[in-house]
């Protein structure tokens, strides 16, 4: 059992989300750091509180909650610092719950926070069927944003589904669907998990005076050229965000950002977690094999029985 400090909830976790994360800290990519409470895998969980720490006054053992920790979610039991955790919706599972906080709250950085997006602005979105993109499709959508997508051929009729209103194939020029869905004007923002190649094709897709928040690397590479003629000329802004190395002052407030605008749309029905597939605890290799394998759409959630 983890030592319980003044500001902590000891959990006990249902269902824990996985995230592309873990399977870099699993590789090594992040040279032993562990920017948290444990050397296990795991950034999100839900479960039911089984301790309170003593300078926590507003929550009981008992309570269902979801929250994001700094590692150790894979297990039956975790510490949860009280600030990382939010009160479930009455009619929120364990399992939906799972699937929301690493993705509602990168998602709520990225579109509201930084790129600031408003209604009637415009937003394209990659890797738009995954548990992060999906996120930021209806986070997008419900702040009554035009949203534009790219996703595998698949999932095109899927990413719609959740709000985009032109979803084009990854593997097509989906710079010249931009262009005409754009009337040649470009998107306001663009998010990004994929990098490499596409960062100028981002950059070209914007509009002037436009954000590209680049929020994962999802090919791998870490060096990319820069059209800076064009960075200049545009006035673009380039952002880079990543939530498992910020410190516990950032992290806390990203949550509040998070249960501001997400937690009434969640309890409203207005926003739904997606979830691809469940595995229990004991087969988390064969979830990080199946997110390695990518086509899915949503979250892919571990259960703890």
């Known amino acids: 059992m983890p030592e319980t400090r003044p500001s902590d909830l000891p959990v006990r976790v249902r269902a824990a989300g996985v995230n592309r994360a873990d399977i870099l800290q699993r590789e090594g990519a992040y040279a032993g750091q562990h920017f948290g409470e444990s050397a296990l895998l795991g950034l999100e969980l839900a479960g039911e509180v089984v301790e309170v720490g003593t300078a926590v006054t507003d929550i009981e053992i008992g309570v269902r909650i979801m929250a994001i920790v700094g590692g150790g979610a894979y297990a039956e039991y975790a510490r949860v610092d009280r600030a990382m955790a939010v009160k479930l919706p009455y009619d929120v599972s364990f399992l939906a719950a799972a699937a929301v906080m690493e993705a509602f709250v990168t998602a709520v950085e990225a579109i509201d926070h930084l790129a600031r997006l408003r209604a009637g602005q415009s937003v394209l979105?990659?890797?738009?069927?995954?548990?992060?993109?999906?996120?930021?499709?209806?986070?997008a959508a419900a702040l009554g944003a035009k949203v534009?997508?790219?996703?595998?051929?698949?999932?095109?009729?899927?990413?719609?589904?959740?709000?985009?209103?032109?979803?084009?194939?990854?593997?097509?020029?989906?710079e010249a669907g931009v262009r005409s869905a754009t009337a040649d004007v470009g998107v306001d923002a663009v998010i990004d998990f994929v990098g490499d190649a596409y960062l100028a094709l981002n950059l070209r897709s914007l509009?002037?005076?436009?954000?590209?928040?680049?929020?994962?690397?999802?090919?791998?590479?870490?060096q990319a050229t820069i059209p800076l003629n064009l960075l200049l000329?545009?006035?673009l802004r380039l952002q880079g965000t990543v939530m498992k190395s910020r410190d516990l002052v950032e992290k806390r407030a990203m949550i509040e950002r998070f249960a501001a605008l997400i937690l009434?749309?969640?309890?409203?029905?207005?926003?739904?977690?997606?979830?691809?597939?469940?595995?229990?605890?004991?087969?988390?290799?064969?979830?990080?094999?199946?997110?390695?394998?990518?086509?899915?759409?949503?979250?892919?959630?571990?259960?703890?029985?």
């Open 125 to 139: 979105v990659h890797a738009a069927a995954g548990g992060l993109g999906s996120a930021c499709v209806q986070v």
């Open 148 to 174: 534009l997508a790219t996703a595998g051929a698949t999932r095109l009729t899927d990413v719609r589904s959740i709000g985009a209103q032109h979803v084009f194939d990854r593997r097509t020029d989906w």
């Open 207 to 222: 509009r002037p005076g436009g954000t590209l928040v680049q929020v994962g690397l999802l090919s791998g590479a870490e």
């Open 233 to 235: 000329h545009n006035h």
């Open 264 to 305: 009434p749309l969640l309890a409203a029905g207005r926003l739904r977690p997606l979830i691809h597939a469940t595995f229990p605890l004991e087969k988390a290799d064969d979830a990080h094999r199946l997110m390695e394998a990518g086509g899915g759409f949503g979250k892919i959630v571990l259960t703890v029985d």
